[in-house]
């Protein structure tokens, strides 16, 4: 069986300082992993994907995530947050290309 | 860019009400999922279609649920008898042949009193 754990429900940041949204997964097969964000009354946009190529994968609006096989992790990153990331940031894994399962998510304040 | 478009963007019910929600999914995807997120709460998988057949559904689409594809474009929700549980804002997404990125509507917020 898959899932997806997202170890903070919340995190709170500073403007201009870093962010870190922390997944682990947990898949039988070799996963496809993906973040998504869905901010206020919006729906659920792509910001990145990994699917077996590059560890390291670039996303939109500077995100950035590594996936750690050996941590079964895929951390999402930026260097400096911006009041416009204010969001609840989602991270999913899809062990075959079938099913996506997403995590609890995670909320993200930014403070100016 | 292509989305996957919703409707209704919120609908309210009484309890034990038939409620269809309704999606077009981008024209050359072939798969096509419901999801649901009740509020504050994570995003649940309902069910998956492809080639005019369910693939997967999960344990919360029971009877009360349905999905149909009535002609080459729309991709429907139908719940039968609406429960107050059953609100929740409701997401269509779909994804094409061989890839690997769904993409989401923008959601049917459903209120059920």
């Known amino acids: 069986a898959q899932s997806v754990t997202q170890l903070d429900s919340h995190v709170s940041v500073s403007e201009g300082t870093p962010v870190l949204l922390r997944c682990n997964y947990s898949?039988?097969?070799?996963?496809?992993l993906f973040w998504y964000v869905q901010h206020p009354n919006k729906g659920l946009q792509l910001l990145l994907k990994?699917?077996?190529?590059?560890?390291l994968v670039k996303g939109i609006n500077g995100f950035e995530a590594e996936f750690k096989k050996s941590e079964t992790s895929f951390h999402l990153t930026k260097p400096s947050a911006h009041m416009s990331d204010a969001a609840e940031y989602f991270c999913?894994?899809?062990?075959?290309?079938?099913?996506?399962?997403f995590g609890p998510g995670t909320r993200l304040s930014v403070l100016p | 860019e292509p989305e996957v478009t919703q409707t209704p963007s919120h609908q309210v019910t009484q309890m034990g009400q038939e409620v269809i929600l309704r999606c077009v999914p981008i024209?050359?995807?072939?798969?096509f999922y419901w999801y649901r997120q009740i509020l504050g709460q994570k995003v649940e998988f309902l069910v998956s279609?492809?080639?005019?057949?369910?693939?997967?559904k999960s344990e919360i689409f029971d009877d009360q649920f349905s999905v149909e594809r009535p002609d080459g474009s729309n991709f429907t929700l139908k719940i039968r008898s609406t429960k107050l549980e059953d609100s929740a804002m409701y997401f269509c997404?779909?994804?094409?042949?061989?890839?690997?990125?769904?993409?989401f509507g923008a959601g049917s917020r459903l209120t059920v009193l």
């Open positions: 999913v894994v899809s062990p075959y290309g079938q099913n996506f399962v």
């Open positions: 279609f492809y080639n005019n057949e369910i693939s997967e």
């Open positions: 997404a779909s994804r094409g042949w061989g890839a690997n990125v769904l993409t």
């Open positions: 024209s050359n995807h072939l798969y």
């Open positions: 990994y699917t077996s190529a590059a560890t």
């Open positions: 898949s039988s097969y070799s996963p496809s």
